[in-house]
């Protein structure tokens, strides 16, 4: 295999990667608060890139405009979504508060659809040149940007979590909600920005592939299918294996719809999902639990 050749489906691979890598933090996240996993994620991403399409296209608005009026509308999105959707049914078993958050994806894709219609938009990139060349590596501008993003969110989620007194709050919710009330933190409250911060991760992601990919209802679905298969292969409630699991799983479809099929690029994700649940089931990161029989 030519080196040039590589780096640039390893480059490709990253990219693509890192979206899932933002949406499996959200996943990881809300798992982590609330020990329920919300099939909503993806309809986040896919919001976030109507809002652009909405604001950047119908409203004319500046782009760095369009994003943060998307990025705080998205917040709003998801102190709505658990209000009206995780809050009432906290003190429910897992099972009820997992269909909600199906519903609530179901609902949430088909009121786009009315809106909008099944015809996909285009929606453009932040940089109006489509990139430079190093050597034999053609650099996309949307790819840069996207890992660029990726590692400047990594870096912030690191120092929030460690050095900072809500981040703090936030982990001890997501660890023993109860000890964390008799500790005096105020734990719906914690799990509200949770919440929040998901729903921002994933309308970002959803911002960022956009340009890339056409933004339709089926976004959603496609990037979280790929994004929950990340988190289970990293190791499901850690965030370290969500975004590798999630980088891992960029590179392996891009160098798998290179030398392997296209058609089938889709697969590849959910046979390594197949794999790794037969052989480490607990995923790269996770801890085996033993079970009494």
Same mark, same amino acid.
Do not use: C, N, R, W
């Given at each position: 295999m030519p080196m040039a050749i590589f780096l640039q489906l390893l480059f490709t691979g990253i990219g693509i990667g890192a979206v899932y890598s933002l949406v499996a933090l959200g996943f990881v996240l809300i798992y982590r608060a609330t020990n329920v996993v919300n099939f909503a994620q993806g309809e986040f991403a896919m919001l976030g890139a109507y809002l652009m399409v909405v604001l950047t296209q119908d409203l004319n608005l500046p782009y760095w405009a369009a994003i943060l009026i998307s990025l705080v509308a998205m917040g709003i999105i998801g102190a709505l979504f658990n209000l009206g959707v995780y809050y009432p049914l906290r003190h429910r078993s897992f099972l009820p508060v997992v269909i909600s958050t199906i519903g609530a994806s179901i609902l949430l894709t088909n009121s786009v659809l009315v809106g909008y219609g099944p015809s996909p938009e285009n929606l453009a990139g932040l940089f109006d040149f489509p990139g430079f060349q190093l050597g034999g590596v053609f650099l996309d501008s949307q790819y840069l940007l996207i890992i660029g993003v990726t590692i400047l969110l990594v870096a912030f989620q690191y120092f929030f979590f460690e050095h900072t007194l809500i981040g703090k709050k936030m982990?001890?919710?997501?660890?023993?909600?109860?000890? *964390?009330? @008799?500790? /005096?933190?105020?734990?719906?409250?914690?799990?509200?920005?949770? $919440? !929040?911060?998901? *729903?921002? @991760?994933? /309308?970002?992601?959803?911002?960022?592939?956009?340009?890339?990919? $056409? !933004?339709?209802?089926?976004?959603?679905?496609?990037?979280?299918?790929?994004?929950?298969?990340?988190?289970i292969i990293g190791g499901f409630g850690d965030v370290t294996g969500a975004i590798v699991g999630g980088l891992s799983l960029g590179i392996i479809e891009t160098f798998g719809a290179a030398y392997v099929s296209v058609p089938y690029k889709d697969g590849f994700a959910f046979l390594v999902l197949f794999a790794f649940l037969l052989i480490r089931p607990q995923g790269l990161f996770g801890e085996k639990v033993a079970q009494k029989a």
């Open positions: 982990q001890a919710t997501s660890q023993d909600k109860e000890m *964390a009330s @008799l500790l /005096g933190i105020p734990v719906a409250g914690m799990i509200m920005l949770t $919440f !929040v911060y998901s *729903a921002i @991760l994933g /309308g970002l992601a959803g911002i960022l592939v956009a340009p890339i990919l $056409f !933004v339709s209802v089926g976004l959603g679905s496609q990037v979280a299918l790929k994004a929950f298969a990340a988190s």
